[in-house]
């Protein structure tokens, strides 16, 4: 059947009704990629602010709290088993609080600040560890031993002055009365500056070598549980204008002080450090070992 011819008329509405439709499609498309545009700003900015948000919380967040028997920064060792002197843990938001060590039974307070790849740690440690424990263990001292990190530069990336910090941390924590050989285990293994150090592998070696054979130990070193603990007491002793060392005029290791007073003799004269000692023993205990003799 033929189709019926439209008029003039016919035809313009007819063109003006598919302009209508067409506006009226080209207007939702308009609507829906605005929308979609908008959204995908939004998310964008939501994201943005995300991971802005993220960025200030790392930065800000407080350190995580310190391990346990090093409430001071560091952990204090007596008696003829270089005992730790129990203390808890630094909060995670919280400072260091000093020891009490009056009523230790002792003459001699010593204290000091180690970095375990600081190769003047490690000769301070060479001449004056056998002293050291002997006074310990008959009761004439307690020893303070402060972890520190300021020698990561010098270890090709790895970290392992913070790494070893940590270490002996975790054995503070799960293992504190075997602290005294992790310490020295890490001195006689101790890696050249501008080597790569120890693996964490390596430091669960030697330390099961030495009689810690802790899984919690092991695991807190892989872990590195005290990481943000070995930074943050770290800064405080580098920016503590008491450890400050007048003569170079930087905090620097080791520091080593006994009963308050500073060592400034050679770290590896033990005969000197020793001098040093028995010149802050009250009269009576020097007369009496010299009576004893």
Same mark, same amino acid.
């Given at each position: ?6 008029? *003039?008329? %016919?035809?313009?509405?007819? #063109? ?6 067409a506006?009226?499609? %080209? ?7 605005? /929308?979609?545009?908008?959204?995908? $700003?939004?998310?964008?900015? /939501? #994201? ?11 930065? /800000?967040?407080p ?10 920064d ?34 001699? &307070?010593?204290?000091?600040? $180690? ?8 000769a301070?440690e060479?001449a ?11 009761? %004439? ?18 970290r392992? =002055? ?26 006689? &293994? %101790? ?7 120890? =693996? ?12 810690i ?8 070193? &892989?872990?590195?549980?005290? *990481? ?8 405080? #002793? ?13 905090f620097?290791?080791? +520091?080593?002080?006994? &009963? ?14 020793? +001098? ?15 009576? +004893?003799e």
């Amino acid at each position: 059947m033929p189709q019926e011819r439209l008029t *003039k008329d %016919q035809r313009r509405e007819a #063109a003006r009704e598919a302009a209508r439709i067409a506006r009226a499609k %080209q207007k939702r498309r308009d609507t829906i990629n605005s /929308v979609l545009v908008r959204g995908g $700003v939004t998310l964008g900015i /939501v #994201a943005v602010v995300a991971i802005v948000g993220l960025v200030i919380f790392n930065s /800000v967040k407080p350190a995580g709290p310190g391990p346990l028997n090093m409430a001071s920064d560091g952990i204090v060792l007596v008696g003829e088993e270089l005992e730790a002197v129990p203390t808890t843990s630094i909060p995670a938001d919280g400072e260091p609080t000093a020891t009490d060590t009056s009523d230790l039974g002792v003459d001699l &307070n010593i204290v000091m600040y $180690v970095d375990y790849l600081c190769p003047v740690c490690g000769a301070f440690e060479e001449a004056n560890a056998e002293l050291i424990e002997t006074l310990v263990t008959t009761g %004439q001292a307690s020893i303070e031993i402060h972890p520190v990190s300021i020698l990561d530069r010098a270890s090709s990336g790895t970290r392992y =002055s913070s790494r070893a910090a940590n270490a002996v941390a975790c054995v503070a924590e799960n293992e504190p009365d075997s602290f005294w050989d992790a310490h020295a285990t890490l001195f006689a &293994n %101790q890696p050249d500056e501008g080597t790569s150090g120890l =693996s964490n592998s390596e430091i669960i070696g030697l330390f099961e070598g030495a009689g810690i054979t802790s899984e919690a130990v092991a695991s807190c070193i &892989n872990d590195e549980s005290f *990481k943000s603990w070995v930074t943050a007491a770290s800064d405080r #002793a580098t920016s503590d204008p008491e450890l400050v060392n007048p003569a170079s005029g930087y905090f620097g290791t080791p +520091t080593v002080f006994a &009963n308050g007073e500073r060592y400034t003799g050679s770290v590896s004269d033990v005969s000197e450090f020793a +001098t040093f000692l028995a010149g802050l023993l009250p009269a009576e205990t020097e007369t009496e070992t010299e009576t +004893t003799e």
